[in-house]
């Protein structure tokens, strides 16, 4: 995952657990929406490896490895420790993706609702509203599958 996410470059934080942690850093040619686009084909392709993945791990008796990709748009913090090793990524796009991961389909890619309106309009992708996500008292928050045409 780390090399397809370094390939339409991708900056990978963390593997904690089952999660893998990264960004695409705000750059001049995000108002192209290249950044955007490298987000979108980077998760896709994701998935798309999904079916060579389980095809070698069938072949070394293990079993299928099924995941999920989940993204939002907005301010994040880095954290760089000097105590321990390791770097840390902050802020309401990694809660929200926390949240919001398991609305996607099995191999399947969602986006929340602050990441939306910036690729909503790009070729080559379609977007399906999935049911909305409490964040309050009366507040939703909504969330889109993403899929290539």
């Known amino acids: ?43 896709l392709t994701m998935i798309d490896a999904q079916k060579l993945i389980s095809e070698y791990f069938k072949k070394e008796g293990l079993p299928a490895l099924n995941y999920r990709v989940s993204a939002d748009y907005g301010k994040v913090a880095i954290m760089k420790s000097t105590n321990i090793s390791g770097t840390d990524l902050f802020g309401s796009p990694v809660n929200i993706c926390a949240k919001i991961n398991y609305r996607a389909e099995k191999n399947g890619v969602v986006i929340g609702g602050d990441l939306y309106p910036f690729v909503k309009n790009f070729e080559g992708y379609y977007f399906e509203e999935k049911k909305s996500l409490s964040i309050g008292q009366k507040n939703m928050y909504p969330i889109y599958s993403v899929h290539r045409n």
């Open 1 to 43: 995952m780390t090399e397809i996410l370094h390939s339409f470059g991708g900056i990978t934080i963390k593997n904690c657990g089952d999660s893998l942690f990264y960004y695409f850093a705000e750059a001049p040619e995000q108002k192209s929406g290249f950044g955007f686009r490298s987000y979108l084909d980077s998760s």
